[in-house]
């Protein structure tokens, strides 16, 4: 058999539970655990994988409504397969949980085409930057001094990232006070070389946010994330209007519409996209090709290692976000993982694919479906 008869004939979904290292909140969220959804499609003897970071029921909307369109398809045909997806999911609903389902399924499709072609996936897709760079971005609402001051310092001094980013709104935005002094902490953790990003989460109301705006300024904040809800375009708009700070948004884009609006309304400085919601790697570079005849670059959320391939390949990329749990739990279950330092990504040239391959001895204790 060739290569370009390669039918894909098994899809599979598993469910990994991992507990955070410590408890975590943001402005608007707790939690104490990160769920992955993962899918593995098989073809010609070969496996690709995809996974999204969200509800188990990811797996079901798998399951039932795209792995038959998938199963027996040639695994070269991303394009048509992706676009049967999406036609599948209309009365499923394509934002949220069918957003994420589609995009596991499209980056696991991805995968098992450049290992098929003995190419790692960076190369297939073809890049224009050999790295992709970074910020560290945690700095939970939940932590003490001692650890924000111990995970800042590890980006910036062991690890040489040049950008972190803190949460802020903590509470839905009533502990501005202590949202401030984290900060200033924050600055002096880092020193004035290092450059601080906060994420708010859309915790504060647009004065709120203006008003902290102001005193962010004293710590010499250049990025403000979700100062307010991202569905307040007009809102976002009017802070980015009234600050000099970057005003960012996009990471609960499901769709081409959802960021055209984002970017027609003049609502961010930087377009956030996550692979692993926006439809995956098929999507990504549309979703980037929207926001750049708007002047605006693209930052990717989250789940780095699926994003490092993809982003390599987007001439207007800014960087990619090195999330705690996502960065803890890809490099506990998975074989594969790149390393930060020096603050950029650089996809690996010896291994095919997305370069990441499941340790089932280590994601079985961590597997409830
Ligand atoms: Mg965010």
Redesign the pocket.
């Known amino acids: 058999m060739t290569v370009t008869d390669a039918a894909i004939d098994s899809v599979a979904t598993a469910v990994y539970t991992v507990p955070t290292d410590a408890p975590e909140a ?1 402005g608007t969220f707790t939690w104490d655990a990160t769920t992955l959804v993962m899918v593995t499609l098989r073809a010609a003897g070969v496996v690709g994988t995809g996974w999204t970071y969200g509800a188990p029921a990811c797996a079901a909307v798998v399951r039932d409504h795209l792995a038959p369109i998938v199963q027996g398809r040639s695994a070269l045909d991303v394009a048509e397969a992706w676009e049967q997806m999406v036609r599948a999911l209309r009365n499923v609903g394509r934002p949220g949980m069918g957003g994420m389902a589609l995009s596991a399924v499209d980056i696991a499709m991805w995968d098992l085409k450049a290992r098929l072609l003995d190419l790692p996936l960076h190369r297939l897709l073809g890049a224009v930057h050999d790295g992709v760079p970074l910020y560290g971005s945690g700095g939970f609402t939940t932590y003490d001094d001692a650890r924000l001051d111990e995970q800042l310092t590890g980006w910036v001094r062991r690890d040489g990232i040049p950008r972190v980013k803190i949460k802020i709104g903590e509470s839905w935005g009533t502990q501005v006070d202590r949202d401030l002094d984290r900060v200033r902490k924050a600055r002096a953790a880092i020193g004035d070389e290092t450059q601080l990003y906060v ?1 708010a ?1 859309g915790g504060y109301s647009v004065g709120q946010a203006l008003r902290v705006a102001r005193q962010l300024r004293d710590s010499d904040v250049r990025w403000f ?2 100062p307010i809800t991202s569905d307040d375009l007009d809102g976002l708009r009017h802070l980015r209007r009234l600050t000099s700070m970057d005003i960012t948004a996009g ?1 609960y884009g499901y769709d081409l519409t959802y960021f055209r609006r984002m970017c027609a309304a003049g609502a961010v400085d930087c377009l ?1 996209i996550d692979v692993t919601r926006c439809g995956g790697i098929t999507e990504l570079p549309r979703v980037s090709a929207v926001a750049a005849p708007h002047g605006l670059d693209v930052s990717g ?1 989250c789940a780095p290692h699926l994003h490092v391939a993809a982003l390599a390949a987007i001439p207007n990329l800014r960087h990619l976000e090195w999330f705690h749990d996502h960065v803890r739990i890809e490099a506990m279950l998975f074989d594969g993982t790149l390393d930060p330092s020096g603050g950029d990504l650089r996809p690996a040239e010896d291994r095919l694919g997305h370069g990441l391959a499941l340790r089932p001895d280590r994601a079985e204790p961590f597997r409830i479906a």
Do not use: A, L
Request: aromatic share 0%.
């Open positions: 943001d994420d989460n994330e979700e990471e956030q959320h």
